[in-house]
């Protein structure tokens, strides 16, 4: 498994990656703990080294379960975790994006740490991302915080997920942000516009989420399809019917593309986000 730097930074992770968030709901029920502790000590056995959760995913359980199974493999991976979201008892209910409300003040960024080493069963989280900009909290004083947690030996590296580009140099001039998470894919390709240039501008390194495009890309799903209420993409506009059946085309291209290469459409996407100067800046 090749590796790479995040941006100008000293962490060092596998060029792919795993994201654990479906293990633990979101994309249906949550998976069987003990398959999905063989799936991730699976990963680390084929060169995987970069984990990533967040307490909102469960929430909490996904921490634990990445925390427990990957506890034979400590100095050999990096787990990133993110805070951000109001997950107290008697918190604000869930609106209509289904998710809790958005808390980024020091006090709470703190003591989700606190949580979050104890579930993950580390001394130190190795990237801290702020899950989603809270707009009331200043992104400085988010910054400030991790920072504090940076020196106290908590945090190593500081991140931030599906953040615009002026948060990004606030809060990278406050502390130096080590990798900033958004969604991109051969059908999701925003960050292109303004964010890569930006954190190629910086020395951020870049950490693509859903680069099989929550499993469109995989070519096993078309119009016909069926969503649990369970499963978060029944509520997406690009998984309706009519967006599956006009995006087909989409997966014929890449279905071609693996034919000459003796490839899945799965591997052809990856492919795409692994290929040099396609990521150029982590």
């Known amino acids: 498994m090749q590796k790479r730097k ?66 034979p493999f400590r100095g050999r991976v990096v787990i990133a975790t993110k805070f951000g979201f109001d997950l107290s008892p008697g918190s604000d209910p869930r609106g209509t994006t289904g998710l809790p409300g958005l808390t980024s003040r020091p006090d709470h960024i703190k003591k989700a740490v606190e949580g979050s080493l104890k579930r993950l069963k580390v001394g130190v989280i190795d990237l801290l991302y702020q899950h989603r900009v809270d707009p009331n909290v200043p ?8 920072k504090d947690l940076i020196q106290e030996g ?24 080590t990798a900033v998470e958004s969604e991109y894919s051969l059908w999701t390709r925003t960050p292109e516009k303004e964010a890569i240039p930006t954190l190629e501008e910086l020395g951020i390194g870049f950490v693509p989420y859903s680069p099989l495009g929550k499993g469109f ?24 019917p009519e967006a599956l059946k006009a995006n087909q085309a989409l997966i014929s291209l890449l279905g071609s593309i693996g034919k000459r290469k003796e490839a899945t459409p799965a591997q052809i996407a990856l492919a795409w986000r692994l290929a040099p100067g396609s990521i150029r800046c982590g």
């Open 6 to 71: 995040l941006g100008k930074s000293n962490l060092e992770v596998s060029a792919l990656g795993l994201g654990c968030m479906g293990m633990s709901g979101s994309y249906g029920p949550p998976k069987d703990t003990q398959e999905m502790t063989s799936l991730l000590r699976a990963a680390v056995e084929h060169g995987i080294t970069f984990f990533d959760t967040a307490e909102l995913y469960g929430p909490f359980v996904n921490e634990e379960l990445v925390g427990e199974a990957l506890a």
């Open 139 to 146: 992104i400085e004083d988010v910054a400030r915080a991790v």
């Open 154 to 177: 908590k945090v190593k590296h500081f991140g931030l997920s599906e953040a615009g580009v002026q948060t990004i140099r606030l809060a990278h001039a406050v502390q130096p942000v």
């Open 217 to 240: 890309l995989t070519g096993k799903i078309d119009e016909n399809a069926k969503f649990a209420s369970s499963d978060f993409r029944s509520t997406l506009p690009r998984f309706t």
